[in-house]
């Protein structure tokens, strides 16, 4: 902002008036103390809400919200389960001396069905998540915090 906007907010009536008085340094007092002053404002006002233990609005209940947020925790959680299975699998056909003697196709097998397990355990408590959240914010909206905190506990 340069000194001419600043210069247009600042209340001249906390200026003093007089001849020996430096007018940059007098605007400059002026505005840092309008800045301090809003700061605390600002502070008081988020203390005051979190103090009162001030809530967002609830949410209405919506088929489609639960369907999309329990999809949403599916994919990232399978996306994931993919991962994990895959180097989990990889890992013990490296170290299983019985899948070392195996064939290909029986390598590929558990491979497979390792990955699939594990993205589908991932997938399941993934999704859960997201609908236990999601009734929980529907239900009584705690904030998010509060809301991660209690879906990670149950």
């Known amino acids: 902002m340069s000194s001419w906007e600043r210069s247009r907010y600042i209340p001249w009536d906390r200026i003093p008036k007089g001849n020996d008085i430096d007018l940059d340094s007098a605007k400059e007092r002026v505005f840092r103390e309008l800045q301090r ?21 609830k949410i209405t209940y919506s088929n489609m919200q639960l369907l999309r947020q329990v999809a949403f925790g599916l994919s990232i959680g399978g996306i994931t389960g993919v991962v994990f299975g895959f180097m989990d699998s990889m890992r013990q056909v490296g170290e299983s001396s019985v899948l070392s003697n195996a064939s290909n196709s029986a390598k590929a097998k558990y491979l497979f069905q390792g990955t699939t397990r594990s993205s589908l355990l991932f997938g399941g408590f993934f999704g859960g998540f997201q609908a236990l959240k999601y009734g929980i914010r529907v239900a009584a909206n705690p904030g998010e915090r509060l809301c991660l905190i209690v879906g990670c506990l149950l």
Do not use: F, R, V
């Open 37 to 57: 002053d809003n700061m605390e404002e600002e502070l008081l006002t988020q203390d005051t809400s979190a103090s009162m233990g001030e809530m967002t609005p």
